[in-house]
């Protein structure tokens, strides 16, 4: 079962901030974060592990509730090359380590 | 920083031929993944591949699919009679372990299928 990504798309002027949801249904074992721009392939911004921890990558972080089975990502003062595509992927425990189930995407477009 | 390649980057087939799509992924990666995204939707899980077999695939990899590691350096992804649906982009994927390790994806390949 895909995880569900909210909002389906947004659009920011160059340094606004923006927060992409994650949630499943699902007990997870981690959730991986990449960006994808039209055409390329998907880029790996960051993975969280259960535990509810809090990573960050220069102005874009991202926090993961183990609780509620659900990660947002944050992007602070949000530039121009921000924008693309931007998918969650989670991992479930058992067999299915490693294999990542993907939410539909939210498109982030940043104007100047 | 190390990458996965695939090649080719462009397929165009007719409906009803073979095609391999090749990969080599990063050289001390042990698990090997490959993933399709159609045109404008979401990347989907194929099949994961450790230890020469198959260890999981969706329901998107029939008996049509198949998966091979030749030669210890490629990893292929066959599609045995290819039909209009299976126009998309073909990504490989490998990461060095299973568990909540980042996954490295190849530029993929567009396979197109007339």
């Known amino acids: 079962q895909q995880p569900v990504q909210s909002p389906q798309a947004v659009i920011l002027r160059e340094g606004e901030d923006a927060v992409i949801n994650c949630s499943s249904s699902?007990?997870?074992?981690?959730v991986h974060w990449y960006r994808q721009k039209h055409g390329e392939a998907p880029v790996f911004l960051m993975i969280?592990?259960?535990?509810?921890e809090q990573k960050g990558h220069e102005k874009i972080s991202a926090s993961f509730n183990e609780k509620k089975q659900q990660s947002s990502l944050y992007l602070t003062a949000s530039q121009l090359s921000y924008s693309g595509t931007y998918f969650c992927?989670?991992?479930?425990?058992?067999?299915?380590?490693?294999?990542?189930?993907f939410g539909q995407g939210t498109i982030l477009t940043v104007h100047p | 920083e190390p990458e996965v390649t695939q090649t080719p980057s462009h397929q165009v087939t007719q409906m009803g031929q073979e095609v391999i799509l090749r990969c080599v992924p990063i050289?001390?990666?042990?698990?090997f993944y490959w993933y399709r995204q159609i045109l404008g939707q979401k990347v989907e899980f194929l099949v994961s591949?450790?230890?020469?077999?198959?260890?999981?695939k969706s329901e998107i990899f029939d008996d049509q699919f198949s998966v091979e590691r030749p030669d210890g350096s490629n990893f292929t992804l066959k599609i045995r009679s290819t039909k209009l649906e299976d126009s998309a982009m073909y990504f490989c994927?490998?990461?060095?372990?299973?568990?909540?390790?980042?996954?490295?994806f190849g530029q993929g390949t567009r396979l197109t299928v007339v």
């Open positions: 699902k007990a997870l074992y981690s």
């Open positions: 050289s001390n990666h042990l698990y």
């Open positions: 992927g989670t991992e479930s425990g058992g067999t299915s380590y490693g294999k990542l189930t």
């Open positions: 994927a490998s990461s060095p372990y299973r568990v909540g390790e980042k996954a490295f």
């Open positions: 969280l592990l259960k535990g509810g």
């Open positions: 591949f450790y230890n020469n077999e198959i260890s999981e």
